[in-house]
Every structure is written in structure tokens, then in C-alpha cells.
């Protein structure tokens, strides 16, 4: 299985507030976030990556103030048509 490492430095430590243990999760989650966002990932491939199951992913969206349902164009026109 690949591996992302990410070195950082304190200063990024000092920067959020976080720990190295509160801070790799919240990194996790945010590239999730953005995958889930980009259309590259579906909620629970995201999920996946953020270490949750793909309601909880869904959840913690919601909590944070992200949107939950990303539809492309072509989603929009098919929900309309029914």
C-alpha cells in the first residue's frame, strides 16, 4: 500500500495549536475533504482516507460547515429531468 509522508515543521505545530497527534488526523481529513470536493472521490473512498466510515465523513462536513452534496452538472440536470 503507497504511503504519503508529509514532513512539517513545529512551526506548523505552533502555527494550528495542534499536536503531532491532533494534527495528522485534521491533515488527513482535509486532503479527504478536498478529494471528496475535487470529484475525485466518492464520500466513502473519503471516508476511507480520513480513517471514518463514510456517514461519519459526512457528519464531520457537516459540522464544520462544508457543503455534503457536491453534484456536477450533468448530476443537476438528471435530478431536474425526474
Known amino acids: 500500500m503507497p504511503v504519503l509522508q508529509v514532513p512539517?515543521?513545529?512551526e506548523l505545530l505552533i502555527a494550528?495549536?495542534?499536536s503531532?497527534?491532533?494534527l495528522d488526523?485534521?491533515?488527513r481529513f482535509l486532503l479527504a475533504t478536498k478529494l471528496?470536493?475535487?470529484g475525485r472521490l466518492?464520500?466513502?473512498?473519503a471516508g476511507k482516507?480520513?480513517?471514518?466510515s463514510r456517514l461519519l465523513f459526512?457528519?464531520?462536513l457537516a459540522r464544520r460547515g462544508f457543503t455534503v452534496l457536491y453534484l456536477d452538472q450533468d448530476a443537476i440536470e438528471d435530478d431536474l429531468a425526474l
Open 8 to 10: 512539517y515543521g513545529d
Open 20 to 22: 503531532q497527534e491532533e
Open 42 to 45: 466518492s464520500a466513502g473512498q
Open 58 to 60: 459526512l457528519g464531520e
Open 16 to 18: 494550528t495549536g495542534l
Open 25 to 27: 488526523p485534521e491533515l
Open 49 to 52: 482516507l480520513a480513517r471514518m
Open 36 to 38: 471528496y470536493e475535487l
